[in-house]
């Protein structure tokens, strides 16, 4: 079994920032890919950024350059830097996990973000 938890959510003023924070536990060893998705009400999940278990990075047209994603292996974490935050960005964002050598994935349950004034 492998559990994700997600952290860092929150509501912030446009343009500001915010780090979200992915924890896994469990069979930690499996993990290979790693990323981030999100969701609106009434919208389907949309792709924001993947990270590689050799830190290769694919970002959602929608955020390229203004988020940065990153894992700490040892420490079985994954990260996502939020910089210019827009109302549009609004959404539970989900950690998301690939087993190697499977076409397992697991998530986390989510954590909010709210982008306003």
């Known amino acids: 079994q492998l559990q994700l938890v997600e952290s860092g959510g929150g509501l912030v003023q446009p343009g500001g920032s915010l780090r979200l924070s992915c924890a896994a536990s469990?069979?930690?060893?499996?993990?290979?890919?790693m990323g981030w998705y999100r969701r609106v009400p009434g919208k389907q999940r949309e792709l924001v950024a993947t990270i590689t278990s050799d830190r290769r990075t694919t970002y959602g047209d929608s955020v390229k350059g203004r988020f940065t994603i990153s894992r700490d292996n040892a420490k079985n974490m994954v990260y996502l830097q939020m910089n210019n935050l827009e109302p549009e960005d609004t959404a539970l964002y989900y950690c998301?996990?690939?087993?190697?050598?499977?076409?397992?994935?697991?998530w986390g349950p989510g954590t909010q973000v709210i982008v306003s004034s």
């Open positions: 998301k996990a690939n087993r190697a050598g499977t076409l397992i994935v697991d």
């Open positions: 469990g069979s930690v060893f499996r993990i290979s890919d």
